[in-house]
């Protein structure tokens, strides 16, 4: 789950007895201090779609460079006892796939905000279909 409204570590919490395994703070879409980010995150994640982007190629999810990138960072993270997120590949489940089987260990599935719009948009649905 990404993490770009809530601010306080009971986020953590919330997202760990939903059931994810892991957080990731996103720095770029938000305006986090960096002593937030700190009590927040521990954890490695490439934003592909950002990476993509930087390099001029949006969107070419197989770029040879993708693979590379996730190749160099999953070696040095296992050197160092670090996990690698997935990010920015929701589209893209075959690659997500690829890369947790060479070692990536969690996925990014969406951010607070959009779950917590989603959780916002079927309540009021839910309110509006009542028959009286």
Do not use: W
Not at 74 to 82: M, N, P, T, Y
């Amino acid at each position: 789950m990404t993490v770009r409204l809530v601010t306080s570590v009971e986020i953590v919490r919330i997202a760990k007895t939903a059931g994810f395994d892991a957080i990731y703070v996103d720095l770029e879409h938000s305006a986090f201090s960096l002593e937030t980010t700190g009590q927040l995150s521990v954890m490695v994640l490439i934003g592909t779609n950002d990476f993509l982007a930087a390099l001029g190629h949006p969107g070419e999810y197989d770029h040879p460079k993708v693979r590379e990138a996730y190749e160099r960072t999953l070696a040095a993270c296992r050197k160092h006892g670090k996990h690698v997120g997935v990010g920015g590949l929701g589209s893209r489940p075959d690659l997500v796939q690829q890369f947790v089987a060479m070692g990536a260990r969690f996925v990014s599935t969406g951010t607070d905000l959009g779950f917590l719009l989603a959780a916002c948009t079927e309540r009021a649905r839910q309110v509006r279909n009542l028959k009286i």
